[in-house]
């Protein structure tokens, strides 16, 4: 060992610490390059037309909703929950919003309300009983997407299948300025919580080592539930911003959104068992990287079926490449 | 590990361009036509062919555009149809359909599904960037079709049923050009009249979950209301999704009494199960689809009625987003209305040979025929006629253009 330390004029710590540090580095800055490298290829591809300002803003819009419930599944994520109900979740929240708004005749924030009471409800539920009942959350949360898709086929079929949301009342929440200026709220937020306050730090040392966490005396059950409470006020609000985009509230609203987050959480680099190197960008720049390629590679022309494919194999590539082996555990990458 | 992680980036990468190259390459040389170029105002590029006539042929069937041809030189326009394009016969069916009239009406058409998690207004933000001419679509949304309408980009909607206050939202829409689908209701009400006829009185009415498709919704619905309304029962209900052999099974063990059934859509599996639960010879059924072993079954007098002929009503919809492509001409003057089609009603084997001959895997309406439709091309066509050519479309009627 000295004679290492002689010949290298170095310890062995402080050896480990510069691999950590340019591990680090390269696990910061390879999402972005993955992204730029997407954006670059397909730019060439669609011949300019993806950089487009008008199509910035459609991409804006694109990934408006997977950004926002993105930021609250970073929270349940980071300690190594996972919700697969929150697409079923955000179609009820939109159901109940459109009935409390057109059919009762509320106002609008109790009709938002409403959607965040139940974004929050369904969330609530699946970490109460992941934690106190000791169920894996994988399980509850598709017996909480079961229940609630048919709450949502049956409402919807009461309330007259297609739902229309009147734009006259939600048509404030179709403005460019009020996503733009929701969205950077939101991450300012969620952010501030995820990086600054023991909430975040909590959930990553749970997603870290349960154990130690439990050992050191942190509050583990009512920071899961903290997480999932974040998680369904996102999700009520990306309810209500969803459906005045769609303009109407079906039977299917809102299903797909959670594997729109899984992807966008392999692609941002975000660890797939939580712990510290969860970051908030991470889901961000996932979910603008799947945006891109999906609106790049359908201007491009390409089939739909293809379009999936692509997305398929960059999942694919993604988990392999980023799984480390050697301990078993995901570590950021691309 | 670095180098293999190295390689795997170069290569999902490589994908990627691969490609999306070869799904540029068919609009190479194209450059995204300006939004107004979409508008109503486009003039027409090439001369309109020949008037032709809706004349009755020799069989007493009506021949489409007898005499016309689609002129040669047509502009090119790029089209988007937004659906599902495979999977089910019937998908498959609508593409294949289609993809016979790219090079007569000089068309490029790009098929896209709307996967799971996929919004139907993203995908037509991102055809209307890429500059297409033209949107048909099995499904719709106001939004979807206020996007498109920024672009001034035409949208027809098919196979798909939109209520009447719905319709009157849309038709609000300057390129929303209207709604050509089939009619559930009457097939129903036929279905449950001969399956009536067939002596059926205790049916089981097993079908797609409830809200799931309005279509298969009004399927079942109608089929109820006429079926009492003529004196039978409803015995049992069953919309247990896809799950149709469970059902079958659950249905024939608690109603022995039952002797008819009617399924709101149909595949080999239930045939299978009808056979393994042992209701060949106890029950009559009716249905909507085809599959293969329809013919058996009619043969053996267990099937009485089923309703097809769905794969044509996407091109037979064509006409009306091309006329408004070709020269801003709305087909459908009143876009309030729905262009209802019948369904093809086969009640033997023998209709259902030729059912197989010419329909099932034709387009039944030639290039030709669907161009006549177009009053740009044929100033002497009317909506009355589109109308009257939709509510015709018969296994007779397509038999009858086939010979001409």
């Not at chain 1, 950590?20 to 390059?33: D, G, N, S, V």
């Not at chain 2, 007098?301 to 037979?316: D, H, I, K, R, Y």
């Amino acid at each position: 060992m000295q004679d290492i330390v002689h010949e290298t004029g170095l310890d062995i710590d402080e050896m480990l610490n510069r691999k950590a540090k340019r591990r680090e580095l390269l696990m910061t800055f390879l999402p972005f390059c993955g992204l730029a490298l997407t954006v670059i290829i397909l730019s060439v591809v669609t011949k300019g037309l993806l950089l487009k300002p008008e199509n910035l803003v459609n991409i804006m819009n694109q990934c408006f909703t997977t950004a926002i419930v993105s930021l609250g599944a970073a929270f349940v994520y980071a300690h190594g929950g996972i919700d697969f109900s929150v697409g079923a979740s955000c179609g009820v929240a939109q159901m109940v919003c459109i009935f409390l708004v057109s059919s009762k005749g509320l106002p609008l924030p109790i009709g938002m309300l409403a959607a965040i009471v139940i974004g929050v409800t369904c969330a609530l539920i699946v970490g109460m009983a992941s934690y106190w009942l000791h169920l894996q959350p994988f399980v509850v949360s598709l017996c909480v997407r079961s229940a609630c898709a048919g709450i949502l086929i049956a409402g919807t079929n009461a309330l007259g299948k297609n739902i229309r949301v009147p734009l006259e009342i939600f048509g404030i929440f179709n403005n460019d300025t009020v996503k733009i200026i929701t969205l950077v709220i939101l991450i300012a937020i969620t952010w501030y919580l995820f990086e600054k306050t023991s909430v975040g730090k909590t959930e990553k040392a749970i997603g870290g080592n349960r154990t130690t966490t439990w050992q050191s005396g942190l509050p583990i059950g009512r920071n899961i539930l903290y997480a999932y409470l974040i998680m369904g006020i996102c999700v009520g609000i990306a309810a209500v911003f969803q459906m005045s985009r769609a303009g109407m509230v079906t039977s299917n609203s809102g299903i797909g959104i959670e594997f729109n987050i899984l992807i966008a959480l392999a692609l941002g680099g975000f660890p797939m068992s939580g712990g510290a190197s969860a970051k908030i960008r991470s889901m961000l720049v996932g979910a603008l990287t799947i945006t891109f390629l999906t609106n790049g590679l359908i201007i491009a022309g390409l089939a739909m079926e293809y379009v999936n494919i692509v997305k398929g194999l960059l999942f694919i590539t993604v988990i392999a490449v980023s799984y480390d082996r050697t301990n078993l555990k995901q570590v950021v990458f691309m | 590990m670095k180098t293999k992680r190295i390689i795997s980036i170069i290569l999902a990468l490589v994908v990627i361009l691969c490609l999306a190259a070869c799904g540029n390459t068919s609009n190479a040389g194209q450059t995204a036509p300006a939004a107004q170029e979409n508008t109503a105002s486009a003039e027409p590029a090439a001369e309109p062919a020949e008037p032709a006539e809706t004349v009755e042929n020799e069989a007493g069937g009506n021949t489409i555009g007898a005499g016309f041809k689609l002129p040669g030189d047509l502009p090119h326009k790029k089209v988007a149809a937004i659906g599902i394009y495979s999977g089910m016969e019937l998908y498959t069916q609508w593409k294949k359909n289609m993809e016979t009239l790219l090079e007569p009406f000089n068309i490029e058409i790009q098929f896209i599904e709307t996967s799971t998690g996929t919004e139907l207004e993203s995908v037509v933000e991102s055809v209307c960037v890429a500059g297409v001419d033209g949107i048909i679509a099995q499904n719709y949304s106001e939004t979807g079709i206020q996007i498109a309408q920024e672009y001034g980009v035409p949208w027809v909607t098919y196979c798909t049923t939109v209520t009447p206050e719905t319709l009157k939202i849309l038709a609000g829409y300057d390129n929303f050009l209207g709604v050509v689908t089939e009619d559930d209701v009457a097939g129903a009400e036929h279905c449950a009249q001969s399956m009536y006829d067939a002596g059926c009185r205790k049916v089981a009415l097993v079908g797609l979950s409830r809200g799931l498709s309005d279509m298969m919704d009004y399927r079942a619905d109608s089929f109820i209301e006429t079926f009492k309304s003529l004196g039978g029962e409803i015995i049992a209900e069953d919309y247990s999704l896809m799950a149709f052999n469970d059902a079958i099974a659950t249905i024939a063990a608690s109603h022995p009494e039952m002797d008819g059934m009617f399924f709101t859509m149909m595949n080999d599996g239930v045939f299978q199960a009808l056979t393994t639960e042992g209701l060949v010879g106890k029950v009559k059924v009716g249905c909507f689809d085809f599959s293969d072993s329809a013919e058996d079954f009619f043969d053996n007098g267990m099937l009485v009625f089923a309703a097809g002929g769905q794969s044509a009503t996407m091109n037979c919809a064509f006409p009306v987003l091309y006329s408004y492509m070709y020269d801003g001409t709305y087909l459908i003057p009143d876009r309030t209305q729905t262009v209802f089609r019948d369904f093809i009603e086969i009640h033997n084997s023998d209709e259902f040979v030729n059912y197989n001959e010419y329909v099932r895997y034709s387009p039944c309406y030639t290039p030709d025929e669907l161009g006549s439709m177009v009053p740009g091309l044929n100033p002497d066509f009317t909506f009355e006629e589109y109308e009257q050519i939709n509510a015709n479309f018969s296994i007779e009627d397509v038999m009858n253009r086939a010979a001409g």
